[in-house]
């Protein structure tokens, strides 16, 4: 596993670096995420860990998470929620073995002096399914969201709510990895996980089922 403390100190210098946003771009960061020359507010605002778990890691929590959803039903009834082709549940009460891997992401994704919640939010997302483009509600959730996205690869967009076109992201969120959204970028960029028309850098990311593990703090107060 890449050294977060590496990974987010280098964000922070680059952050400070008066050089042009697509050099600023911490070096690990830059395969993960596409930028046009408008987009601002990346900096310390976005990490990315590749491989934050294991396979065996991985194959853990979806069997635990395969069996709290049982024979649950995926929703494709309701257009105007922001999900689409999805079941979901909530875990605050984990086995052992995957409890380990959900402190480790609470420890590195959340500051000492935050309120992470007790539960994590699973999402089981269809080979069909899609997440348009949202911004998590201020009045429960904090400034900090972390995803851990097993099973495939999809890509993540965030479009600034003031210049939607021009101030945009996409962040390839690679199984296994880690993503951490933080001020800005949680609450002035709606994010949305865009549907198999998608591509990354050219490359053609084909849609498969996936299930992410997304951690939230207590809203502020
Ligand atoms: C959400 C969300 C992102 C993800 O559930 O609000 O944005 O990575 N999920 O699944
Ligand atoms: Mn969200």
């Not at 605050?92 to 480790?104: D, K, N, T, Y």
């Not at 690869?153 to 690679?174: G, K, Y």
């Not at 951490?180 to 609450?187: A, F, K, N, V």
Request: hydrophobic share 35%.
């Amino acid at each position: 596993m890449l050294s977060l403390h590496r990974l987010t100190s280098g964000v922070l210098l680059a952050a400070k670096s008066p050089l042009s946003l697509s050099r600023r771009l911490n070096a690990f960061l830059t395969p993960y995420v596409c930028i046009p020359n408008d987009a601002r507010e990346v900096g310390e605002n976005l990490t990315v860990v590749p491989n934050f778990v294991s396979s065996e890691e991985e194959n853990t929590l979806v069997d635990e998470i395969e069996k709290t959803l049982g024979r649950k039903k995926y929703e494709y009834d309701h257009w105007d929620n922001a999900i689409h082709g999805y079941r979901e549940t909530e875990i605050a009460s984990w086995r052992p073995c995957s409890e380990v891997i959900v402190q480790r992401v609470k420890k590195v994704s959340f500051a000492q002096s935050s309120k992470p919640l007790t539960h994590t939010h699973v999402l089981d997302l269809a080979e069909k399914g899609i997440i348009k483009p949202h911004i998590d509600s201020v009045k429960f959730c904090g400034p900090t969201i972390a995803g851990l996205s097993l099973l495939s690869t999809r890509v993540m967009r965030l479009e600034s709510e003031q210049d939607a076109t021009r101030d945009w992201i996409e962040v390839l969120l690679e199984q296994r990895s880690l993503y951490i959204l933080r001020g800005p970028l949680r609450y002035n960029y709606t994010h949305a996980i865009l549907d198999s028309t998608s591509s990354f850098k050219n490359n053609f990311i084909p849609n498969q089922r996936r299930i992410s593990l997304i951690f939230r703090e207590e809203p502020d107060k």
